[in-house]
């Protein structure tokens, strides 16, 4: 159990376009959900928090007009790279977290974004 | 600022051997504690929670929290070349998200 999808694994974009990234808990209800960017050899780095049906909280220095993030459903997030940049060029992941006390975080396999 | 600490190593150790992993925070309000491994290129997985002071086996693996010392370790019993990747500490206060250590680095040597 407990299995987080992100689609697609790995995208190639042209500067200037905008890129959408999904994330899905397969087999549990995400009351949140959450954003993270890492770049080579460095840690993680938090973006934002969804909630379902609410804005996305977002991380100080994250620009919410950039990176656009929608919780649709307590199964589903969506990040939105918009017009991309090559400083963009990451490994972005997404976690969820599920309705239990627990407060165990999954994370999905991760997006590599490359912006030429 | 909320800090979670740890050893970037790398950590090396030989085939076989116990590999300890430290972690230390700074928040003395965190009630959740997780350990993730990342492997190069992947997204972390969740390895161990522990919420509790004192040990937490599973396996090979063993987690420790000492909240009076504001300190969380993960032993890896019998280590293999396969456990070689980056370990994440993550520390949570209610309400609050995770913070995420900066990972420490194990290699384990055939």
């Known amino acids: 159990g407990a299995v987080v999808s992100q689609h697609p694994s790995w995208v190639i974009c042209k500067s200037g376009t905008s890129v959408k990234i999904e994330c899905r808990s397969l087999d549990f209800q995400a009351t949140t959900m959450f954003w993270y960017r890492q770049f080579p050899k460095q840690s993680l780095m938090l973006m934002a928090t969804s909630n379902e049906g609410s804005k996305a909280t977002y991380e100080q220095g994250v620009e919410k007009d950039k990176f656009l993030i929608n919780h649709a459903s307590l199964t589903l997030s969506t990040l939105t790279v918009t017009s991309a940049h090559p400083e963009d060029s990451s490994f972005y992941i997404c976690?969820?977290?599920?309705?239990?006390?627990?407060?165990?975080?999954?994370f999905g396999p991760g997006t590599r974004l490359t912006v030429t | 600022q909320k800090e979670v600490e740890q050893n970037s190593g790398p950590l090396s150790v030989p085939e076989g051997a116990i590999a300890s992993l430290n972690c230390t925070y700074s928040d003395r309000g965190s009630q959740s504690f997780f350990w993730y491994r990342q492997y190069s290129g992947k997204s972390p997985e969740l390895i161990m929670s522990i919420y509790s002071n004192g040990d937490k086996e599973d396996g090979r693996f063993t987690a420790q929290l000492n909240k009076a010392s504001q300190y969380v370790s993960l032993l890896i019993r019998d280590s293999q070349p396969s456990d070689s990747a980056t370990y994440l500490c993550a520390v949570k206060n209610y309400g609050q998200n995770f913070v995420f250590g900066p990972g420490t680095r194990l290699s384990v040597l055939p």
């Open positions: 976690s969820a977290r599920a309705r239990t006390a627990s407060y165990e975080q999954y």
